[in-house]
């Protein structure tokens, strides 16, 4: 099994920053790709972005491209996602994921392991 716990949630005013991180234990973290999801109060869990086993390669939901930077520490089996430019349409629960097996995955079932989430909300 895989933890992965989340922080850095927040209340943030729209066109600030957030930094989120996720901590994994219990697996070889750096043999995974790490995602990011997001889920907004009554819609269906959206993804946010991917970066594969080595952090060399990243790909983004185009809502947050630009905007989001995803980036990994396997030295301390954390991944980030640096949030800029803030929304009201960011607000969500943002989930890290782990996956064993695909290089960049985009699909909630592709995943193997979730976080328990953190609250990110945008005030206009």
């Known amino acids: 099994q895989m933890q992965l716990v989340e922080s850095g949630g927040g209340l943030v005013q729209a066109g600030g920053s957030l930094r989120l991180s996720c901590a994994a234990s219990?697996?070889?973290?750096?043999?995974?790709?790490m995602g990011w999801f997001r889920q907004a109060p009554g819609k269906e869990r959206e993804f946010v972005a991917t970066i594969n086993w080595s952090g060399a390669s990243t790909y983004y939901a185009d809502s947050v491209k630009g905007r989001f930077t995803i980036s990994r520490d396997n030295a301390k089996n954390t991944v980030y996602l640096q949030m800029n430019s803030l929304k009201s349409e960011d607000t969500a629960v943002y989930y890290c994921?782990?996956?064993?097996?695909?290089?960049?995955?985009?699909?909630?079932?592709?995943?193997?392991?979730w976080g328990q989430g953190t609250q990110v909300t945008v005030s206009s």
């Open positions: 219990g697996r070889t973290f750096s043999r995974y790709a």
């Open positions: 994921a782990a996956d064993r097996w695909a290089s960049l995955p985009r699909e909630p079932h592709e995943y193997d392991y």
